[in-house]
């Protein structure tokens, strides 16, 4: 098992930045890519952004590119997103998401285990 716990969620104005962290601990040899997702209550959930650790690739959602970043700290098993020019629209539940044999990184049925969410809100 992966325990997956994530923070730095927050209410922050348009413009803003927020870095958001997973901390992964269990059996981490379970997992080899780890995600960022979001969803907004009625709708479904999207993928942002995925880190693969064996060559390090990563991938993104077109709504995010050149605004969030995603990275990995190997030592402290924390996976992290940086969020740039925040947007109204960014405002949703973030959730990080880990797996092992992940073929299409943005899509959340390649994941197993999964974090409880980190409310963001962007608002003026």
């Known amino acids: 098992q992966v325990q997956l716990v994530e923070s730095g969620g927050g209410l922050v104005q348009p413009g803003g930045s927020l870095r958001l962290s997973c901390a992964a601990s269990g059996y981490t040899d379970n997992s080899n890519s780890v995600a960022w997702f979001r969803q907004v209550p009625g709708k479904k959930r999207d993928g942002i952004a995925a880190?693969?650790?064996?060559?390090?690739?990563?991938y993104y959602a077109d709504f995010v590119k050149g605004r969030f970043t995603i990275s990995r700290d190997n030592a402290k098993n924390t996976v992290y997103l940086q969020m740039n020019s925040l947007k109204v629209e960014d405002t949703a539940m973030y959730y990080c998401a880990a797996g092992k044999w992940v073929a299409s990184h943005l899509d959340d049925y390649e994941y197993n285990y999964w974090g409880q969410g980190t409310q963001v809100i962007v608002s003026a």
């Open positions: 880190v693969y650790f064996r060559d390090g690739s990563t």
